[in-house]
């Protein structure tokens, strides 16, 4: 059929300005709404040689064109291959025609259609004046034009050997819906347009007012100065509440020339999704667009993208989630010599690689994977923008550009610094792979951020890492560098900021802080150094009071002063202070983790004051001494590897609890009472300095012990397998069994607790000038029992006996050696006036004799009465309980003794002896009381 002035279905404008204003295209909206006015005249200069005014074009072969169904052929030849419709499902064929457009007619009847096209062979479309595959429906022919209910779910398919050209109108490939239904339209050929007037298009263009809109192109698509690929769909779906899917994919041989967007989706009420695997290039504005405005928005680029002036990928939406997926390679040119305030760009925020944003609330997500390369000149190379939601943002890639990675709440224009609110939510930015940039390398504004670095976060110029306001964390097990140490490598706003870091971690140039109530926290599974003392005001690491130690490695603390005064929290590894050398110095409490430890290192000898606690446990390294003196209550055990560790100084402060392991030295220098650890394990020495230990056992300790300026009681029955060394001022009493005894200089062993025996499985020795107390009760006597041998070089044996004591002239064994006795003590003294006390030996026990002297009583009396009733006393033999009573007595109470029996009033003195015996008893007792 040829177009005539009697025709109905033209489809033209009544002049070329009348045409462009069919078309208009809102700032606020990528949304294209078109009209298409009937006109009364076929005369129309926009239509070109679609349009005859003379006679009828001749027909191209029937064979190129064929329709089925409800689709019904009007015209085929070089000017246009025609369709008029109705409601039902039909198809169109083109194969091999040459025409200058493809032509569906707009139905007036309303109903659902369903129509599949098919543009195949060699066909070659050239329309010099306007659009290529013309398909449009939903409106209809009155003035001004209604939208009738037609639906119509058009299928158009454009083979590899197809090539469509348009010259102004909507692109090459044009399938609109005004009223609704879906549009799927997959190009494999090559499209290309261009446009002389205002109304510039896309390409490859597909609009949907109510219905999904999927486009896929693998060939190629060219625009001289519009769009490369468009897709509009779902316009009324939240009025109608449907929501669908507008996509695009351009597939890996799909190539992309524009010179505004390259591909762009919108989707007013669902998700807008684009993907990527081919080569995009757009002169002037975006490379991708994805937009939603009740929605999700997806991208994903595996392929190449480069952008003039603009964002090079932009996933928007108004509410939803933005999130874009790049392993390709992506390039933001833009102009360095372009003044963009004075240019039709000047609206443009920026210039960025990969940009995403959910500008009213929602989420949004950046990932640029290992093969990602993101390359951004004028701008950010990622940024990622909501007001109130979590942004997360992840770099395994590379990423360069003027800025590396932006976090704000910033939608809008010409915004500064100053002027971009705080995003109201959480920001995750983690980076894995390089950032290299020219300003910030990542600057970060929410309430919470946190940034993870893995890879490397560099920039020439002030700052590499800028948090803003709000409780920031930012772990770091790569690189952040600053140039230099006088640059700042990282910048935290104000908030309670942790900055974690990890073995791995180099830091090049400072950390700052706005606030000053900042944790420091030490992570990783190797091991890592700390320098106290850069951690001040004017230090590496500005702001910090706290310190955290997490992570199962060890990481060492050297220097010393600086800004932590928090306490100190060791969750997990070990905190170790010093590193075998002579520095690191803590002041400060530290609260051990079950698991965790904290250690000290230290070639020299420190004194640690504040208190440890938690049910951790508490490692002593290094060869110098560790001396405590806090309060400890930590659970988790000690384990002294290497040096001295000294619980107290001297005074009543410093402890441990729970378990020891030595297998070094371990000293209690403590006045007062206290009990030995009856945990303690291992192989090293104990030395006892000061106050009185209580000893009940220790059966899994087997190093020596020295007791030394202290009393050490054994409690009865106790158990040590360790050899006991007595030193100056030290003195081993109670019963029970030890592994060996030395008693030097100054020592005394005082066994029972009058009298008693003490074993020691091992040998004994008494060194010159060292003591063995030996008490002597009615009963008993003090014994020392040895396995093995007895080592007499001197010392002295001193008898003390109480007023129990009735069997004067008596031997008793004092000390017995299996293995044998060598040498003898230099002197035996006892506390008696009228008893000498006599060493005697055999190879394997020492004797202790108490023998009567040649002291007369009354030489120890003072007065007559005294004088006297000790003469009478004199008379008297032994086993005479009062004259055996009387030996026992010391000059010192002998007298008193006297005083109390020299009472006239008694008859005889005799009666009085016996009446009085108990008298002396309890004179003798008096003395050992006071003893």
């Given at each position: 059929?040829?177009?005539?002035?009697?025709?109905?279905?033209?489809?033209?404008?009544?002049?070329?300005?009348?045409?462009?204003?069919?078309?208009?295209?809102?700032?606020?909206?990528?949304?294209?709404?078109?009209?298409?006015?009937?006109?009364?005249?076929?005369?129309?200069?926009?239509?070109?040689?679609?349009?005859?005014?003379?006679?009828?074009?001749?027909?191209?072969?029937?064979?190129?064109?064929?329709?089925?169904?409800?689709?019904?052929?009007?015209?085929?030849?070089?000017?246009?291959?025609?369709?008029?419709?109705?409601?039902?499902?039909?198809?169109?064929?083109?194969?091999?025609?040459?025409?200058?457009?493809?032509?569906?007619?707009?139905?007036?009847?309303?109903?659902?259609?369903?129509?599949?096209?098919?543009?195949?062979?060699?066909?070659?479309?050239?329309?010099?004046?306007?659009?290529?595959?013309?398909?449009?429906?939903?409106?209809?022919?009155?003035?001004?034009?209604?939208?009738?209910?037609?639906?119509?779910?058009?299928?158009?398919?454009?083979?590899?050997?197809?090539?469509?050209?348009?010259?102004?109108?909507?692109?090459?490939?044009?399938?609109?819906?005004?009223?609704?239904?879906?549009?799927?339209?997959?190009?494999?050929?090559?499209?290309?347009?261009?446009?002389?007037?205002?109304?510039?298009?896309?390409?490859?263009?597909?609009?949907?007012?109510?219905?999904?809109?999927?486009?896929?192109?693998?060939?190629?698509?060219?625009?001289?100065?519009?769009?490369?690929?468009?897709?509009?769909?779902?316009?009324?779906?939240?009025?109608?509440?449907?929501?669908?899917?507008?996509?695009?994919?351009?597939?890996?041989?799909?190539?992309?020339?524009?010179?505004?967007?390259?591909?762009?989706?919108?989707?007013?009420?669902?998700?807008?999704?684009?993907?990527?695997?081919?080569?995009?290039?757009?002169?002037?504005?975006?490379?991708?667009?994805?937009?939603?405005?009740?929605?999700?928005?997806?991208?994903?680029?595996?392929?190449?993208?480069?952008?003039?002036?603009?964002?090079?990928?932009?996933?928007?939406?108004?509410?939803?989630?933005?999130?874009?997926?790049?392993?390709?390679?992506?390039?933001?040119?833009?102009?360095?010599?372009?003044?963009?305030?004075?240019?039709?760009?000047?609206?443009?925020?920026?210039?960025?690689?990969?940009?995403?944003?959910?500008?009213?609330?929602?989420?949004?997500?950046?990932?640029?994977?290992?093969?990602?390369?993101?390359t951004a000149i004028r701008d950010a190379g990622i940024r990622a923008e909501t007001?109130?939601?979590?942004?997360?943002?992840?770099?395994?890639?590379?990423?360069?550009?003027?800025?590396?990675?932006?976090?704000?709440?910033?939608?809008?224009?010409?915004?500064?610094?100053?002027?971009?609110?705080?995003?109201?939510?959480?920001?995750?930015?983690?980076?894995?792979?390089?950032?290299?940039?020219?300003?910030?390398?990542?600057?970060?504004?929410?309430?919470?951020?946190?940034?993870?670095?893995?890879?490397?976060?560099?920039?020439?110029?002030?700052?590499?890492?800028?948090?803003?306001?709000?409780?920031?964390?930012?772990?770091?097990?790569?690189?952040?560098?600053?140039?230099?140490?006088?640059?700042?490598?990282?910048?935290?706003?104000?908030?309670?900021?942790?900055?974690?870091?990890?073995?791995?971690?180099?830091?090049?140039?400072?950390?700052?802080?706005?606030?000053?109530?900042?944790?420091?926290?030490?992570?990783?599974?190797?091991?890592?150094?700390?320098?106290?003392?850069?951690?001040?005001?004017?230090?590496?690491?500005?702001?910090?009071?706290?310190?955290?130690?997490?992570?199962?490695?060890?990481?060492?603390?050297?220097?010393?002063?600086?800004?932590?005064?928090?306490?100190?929290?060791?969750?997990?590894?070990?905190?170790?202070?010093?590193?075998?050398?002579?520095?690191?110095?803590?002041?400060?409490?530290?609260?051990?983790?079950?698991?965790?430890?904290?250690?000290?290192?230290?070639?020299?000898?420190?004194?640690?004051?504040?208190?440890?606690?938690?049910?951790?446990?508490?490692?002593?390294?290094?060869?110098?001494?560790?001396?405590l003196t806090g309060a400890n209550t930590y659970t988790?055990?000690?384990?002294?590897?290497?040096?001295?560790?000294?619980?107290?100084?001297?005074?009543?402060?410093?402890?441990?609890?729970?378990?020891?392991?030595?297998?070094?030295?371990?000293?209690?220098?403590?006045?007062?009472?206290?009990?030995?650890?009856?945990?303690?394990?291992?192989?090293?020495?104990?030395?006892?300095?000061?106050?009185?230990?209580?000893?009940?056992?220790?059966?899994?300790?087997?190093?020596?012990?020295?007791?030394?300026?202290?009393?050490?009681?054994?409690?009865?029955?106790?158990?040590?397998?360790?050899?006991?060394?007595?030193?100056?001022?030290?003195?081993?009493?109670?019963?029970?069994?030890?592994?060996?005894?030395?008693?030097?200089?100054?020592?005394?062993?005082?066994?029972?607790?009058?009298?008693?025996?003490?074993?020691?499985?091992?040998?004994?020795?008494?060194?010159?000038?060292?003591?063995?107390?030996?008490?002597?009760?009615?009963?008993?006597?003090?014994?020392?029992?040895?396995?093995?041998?007895?080592?007499?070089?001197?010392?002295?044996?001193?008898?003390?006996?109480?007023?129990?004591?009735?069997?004067?002239?008596?031997?008793?064994?004092?000390?017995?050696?299996?293995?044998?006795?060598?040498?003898?003590?230099?002197?035996?003294?006892?506390?008696?006036?009228?008893?000498?006390?006599?060493?005697?030996?055999?190879?394997?026990?020492?004797?202790?004799?108490?023998?009567?002297?040649?002291?007369?009583?009354?030489?120890?009396?003072?007065?007559?009465?005294?004088?006297?009733?000790?003469?009478?006393?004199?008379?008297?033999?032994?086993?005479?309980?009062?004259?055996?009573?009387?030996?026992?007595?010391?000059?010192?109470?002998?007298?008193?003794?006297?005083?109390?029996?020299?009472?006239?009033?008694?008859?005889?003195?005799?009666?009085?002896?016996?009446?009085?015996?108990?008298?002396?008893?309890?004179?003798?007792?008096?003395?050992?009381?006071?003893?």
């Open positions: 059929m040829a177009f005539n002035s009697n025709s109905t279905r033209g489809i033209t404008c009544r002049s070329r300005q009348q045409m462009r204003s069919c078309v208009t295209e809102s700032t606020s909206s990528p949304r294209l709404r078109a009209r298409l006015l009937r006109s009364s005249s076929l005369v129309s200069a926009s239509l070109g040689a679609l349009i005859a005014t003379a006679a009828a074009p001749a027909l191209a072969a029937p064979s190129h064109c064929l329709t089925t169904g409800t689709t019904t052929l009007v015209t085929c030849d070089s000017n246009a291959a025609q369709v008029s419709i109705t409601p039902g499902t039909g198809s169109l064929t083109v194969n091999g025609l040459t025409t200058n457009a493809i032509v569906y007619e707009s139905p007036q009847t309303a109903g659902t259609y369903n129509q599949t096209v098919l543009i195949t062979g060699n066909t070659v479309v050239n329309n010099p004046s306007y659009s290529g595959l013309i398909m449009q429906f939903g409106t209809d022919t009155s003035t001004p034009p209604q939208q009738i209910p037609v639906f119509v779910n058009a299928d158009v398919t454009v083979g590899a050997n197809v090539s469509i050209t348009s010259h102004d109108g909507f692109g090459a490939v044009w399938v609109r819906n005004d009223n609704g239904g879906s549009i799927d339209i997959d190009n494999a050929g090559t499209l290309s347009s261009s446009w002389t007037s205002s109304t510039i298009d896309a390409t490859l263009n597909g609009t949907s007012n109510l219905g999904p809109v999927h486009i896929i192109n693998s060939g190629s698509v060219t625009s001289s100065n519009g769009r490369g690929i468009y897709a509009d769909g779902n316009y009324r779906g939240a009025t109608d509440g449907v929501r669908e899917i507008v996509s695009i994919i351009n597939t890996a041989s799909g190539v992309v020339n524009a010179e505004s967007a390259g591909i762009r989706v919108v989707n007013y009420y669902g998700l807008a999704e684009l993907t990527n695997a081919g080569t995009v290039n757009s002169t002037l504005r975006q490379g991708l667009v994805a937009w939603s405005a009740d929605g999700d928005t997806l991208i994903t680029n595996s392929g190449t993208v480069t952008s003039g002036n603009d964002n090079a990928v932009y996933a928007m939406t108004e509410i939803g989630k933005a999130s874009i997926l790049n392993s390709g390679s992506v390039t933001a040119q833009g102009d360095p010599t372009l003044d963009l305030a004075h240019t039709a760009l000047a609206p443009i925020q920026g210039m960025n690689g990969l940009r995403a944003g959910a500008y009213t609330s929602g989420d949004v997500v950046i990932s640029n994977e290992e093969s990602g390369v993101v007001p109130e939601g979590t942004v997360t943002v992840i770099n395994l890639g590379s990423v360069s550009g003027l800025y590396g990675i932006v976090v704000n709440s910033g939608f809008g224009t010409n915004q500064t610094a100053a002027t971009v609110p705080t995003i109201n939510g959480v920001a995750l930015v983690g980076n894995a792979g390089t950032v290299n940039a020219t300003d910030l390398a990542v600057d970060v504004d929410a309430t919470g951020n946190f940034l993870v670095n893995i890879g490397t976060l560099a920039t020439t110029g002030a700052v590499a890492v800028q948090l803003g306001n709000g409780d920031s964390i930012i772990a770091n097990l790569g690189t952040i560098s600053a140039g230099s140490a006088a640059g700042t490598a990282i910048s935290m706003g104000s908030g309670n900021n942790r900055l974690m870091l990890f073995d791995t971690s180099t830091i090049i140039g400072k950390v700052v802080n706005a606030s000053s109530n900042n944790t420091l926290e030490l992570e990783g599974s190797a091991s890592g150094t700390l320098d106290l003392a850069s951690v001040s005001a004017n230090g590496a690491f500005q702001g910090f009071s706290t310190l955290v130690k997490s992570g199962t490695g060890t990481w060492s603390l050297i220097g010393s002063g600086g800004s932590l005064t928090g306490t100190f929290t060791v969750n997990a590894g070990i905190l170790q202070v010093g590193n075998g050398g002579t520095t690191g110095a803590i002041a400060n409490d530290v609260a051990v983790a079950a698991g965790a430890s904290l250690a000290f290192n230290r070639a020299d000898d420190i004194t640690y004051a504040n208190v440890i606690s938690g049910e951790g446990s508490l490692i002593k390294n290094g060869a110098g001494m560790l001396i988790g055990g000690t384990i002294i590897n290497e040096g001295t560790l000294q619980i107290g100084n001297g005074g009543t402060t410093g402890s441990i609890i729970g378990d020891i392991v030595n297998n070094a030295a371990l000293i209690f220098n403590r006045s007062g009472t206290y009990d030995f650890p009856g945990t303690i394990s291992g192989s090293g020495s104990v030395t006892i300095l000061g106050g009185t230990v209580n000893f009940t056992g220790a059966n899994a300790f087997n190093g020596p012990i020295d007791v030394t300026g202290s009393d050490f009681i054994l409690s009865p029955g106790a158990v040590s397998s360790s050899p006991f060394t007595i030193g100056q001022g030290g003195t081993i009493g109670g019963t029970g069994t030890i592994g060996g005894l030395i008693v030097q200089s100054g020592g005394t062993v005082s066994p029972g607790y009058s009298p008693g025996t003490l074993t020691v499985n091992g040998n004994v020795s008494f060194a010159a000038g060292s003591t063995y107390v030996v008490d002597v009760t009615s009963t008993a006597h003090d014994l020392i029992i040895a396995t093995g041998t007895a080592t007499l070089s001197g010392g002295a044996v001193q008898v003390v006996a109480d007023g129990s004591y009735t069997a004067p002239l008596s031997t008793f064994v004092i000390l017995s050696a299996t293995g044998g006795v060598t040498g003898s003590f230099a002197s035996v003294s006892a506390n008696y006036a009228f008893l000498t006390p006599a060493l005697s030996y055999d190879p394997n026990n020492v004797y202790l004799t108490l023998a009567r002297n040649d002291v007369a009583f009354a030489s120890t009396a003072v007065t007559p009465n005294q004088i006297a009733t000790a003469t009478a006393l004199e008379t008297l033999s032994y086993g005479d309980a009062v004259y055996d009573s009387v030996l026992q007595l010391t000059a010192g109470n002998a007298p008193i003794a006297f005083s109390q029996l020299s009472g006239e009033v008694h008859a005889s003195a005799q009666s009085v002896f016996m009446e009085q015996s108990s008298l002396i008893r309890g004179a003798l007792n008096d003395r050992l009381r006071a003893a």
